[in-house]
C-alpha cells in the first residue's frame, strides 16, 4: 500500500514568494494532520481535517498559512508571503476513523532564503 | 495545557544492552499511546501502540503502560547500532488530535 505521499521533498525559494506544499493521504483514511518540526520547537501541529473539513487550525502560526482539503485524497498548505522563519520541514499524516495510529509522509524541506 | 515529557538525551546504551525510554502524560483521562522512531532527516516511523495496562511485546520492542503512575515506557532488547535515532512517545488524550512529546535522542555505542 502506498504511504502519505508529499510534494515536494524539497523546496528553496526567496522570501516573500508564494510556497505550496502538497499531500495525498493514505487512501481511506478519515483524518489529515499538517505539522512543522524545527529543532528549537520540535514537532508543531499546525491544522487537521476530519472528512475534508478543517477542524482545528490553531497551530496556524499567521494568516500567511492557509491549508485546504479539496477532496479526500489531496490536501495543500500554503504560505504567502513566506519569510525565513518558515524554514523547517513540514510533515503531512494521516490515520483512520478510531484510535488509530498516524501515518507520516517523507515531509518537504523548506528553505526561505 | 495537556503535556506529553520526555527527557531529551542523548541517552546513550553500549551494544547489546536494554535501553529504557520514558514518557510522562498529564491528562489522566488519555486513551492509547504510540511510540515512533525517527532517524535524522527522516520522517517519524511508527514502531508500537499500546491501549492497556502492562507490557506489550513486539520482537525486541516492549511497549509498557501504567495508567496510574501516567506513564508509559519503550524498552529495546539488545541494542543495535541502528537503533540510534530520536523516539517520540505521542499521546491520544482523548481528542482527535494526538500530543507528541520533543523526543529522546537514544546513541547506541558499538
Known amino acids: 500500500d502506498a504511504g502519505v505521499i508529499q510534494s515536494p521533498r524539497h523546496e528553496v525559494t526567496e522570501m516573500g514568494q508564494e510556497v505550496t506544499l502538497r499531500c495525498k493521504p493514505i487512501?481511506?483514511?478519515?483524518?489529515l494532520f499538517w505539522y512543522r518540526q524545527t529543532m528549537m520547537r520540535g514537532l508543531e501541529l499546525l491544522i487537521y481535517f476530519n472528512n475534508n473539513v478543517p477542524i482545528d487550525d490553531s497551530g496556524m502560526p499567521e494568516d500567511r498559512f492557509s491549508a485546504k482539503m479539496p477532496n479526500a485524497s489531496f490536501s495543500t498548505l500554503k504560505i504567502q508571503p513566506s519569510e525565513p522563519r518558515d524554514s523547517a520541514v513540514y510533515f503531512c499524516?494521516?490515520?483512520?476513523?478510531?484510535?488509530?495510529?498516524?501515518?507520516f509522509g517523507d515531509g518537504t524541506r523548506l528553505s526561505i532564503l | 495545557q495537556k503535556e506529553v515529557e520526555q527527557n531529551s538525551g542523548p541517552l546513550s546504551v553500549p551494544e547489546g544492552a536494554i535501553a529504557s525510554l520514558n514518557c510522562t502524560y498529564s491528562?489522566?483521562?488519555?486513551?492509547?499511546f504510540f511510540w515512533y522512531r525517527q532517524y535524522s532527516g527522516k520522517s517519524p516511523e511508527l514502531i508500537m501502540f499500546?491501549?492497556?495496562?502492562g507490557d506489550k511485546e513486539d520482537g525486541r520492542f516492549t511497549a509498557q503502560l501504567n495508567k496510574a503512575s501516567q506513564y508509559v515506557s519503550l524498552l529495546i532488547r539488545d541494542s543495535q547500532p541502528s537503533d540510534s535515532a530520536t523516539y517520540l512517545c505521542?499521546?491520544?488524550?482523548?481528542?482527535?488530535?494526538?500530543?507528541f512529546g520533543t523526543g529522546t535522542r537514544l546513541k547506541v555505542l558499538a
Open positions: 499524516a494521516s490515520r483512520a476513523q478510531g484510535d488509530q495510529p498516524q501515518h
Open positions: 487512501s481511506g483514511h478519515d483524518y
Open positions: 505521542a499521546v491520544n488524550p482523548g481528542t482527535y488530535k494526538y500530543i
Open positions: 491528562d489522566r483521562g488519555s486513551q492509547s
Open positions: 499500546i491501549y492497556s495496562n
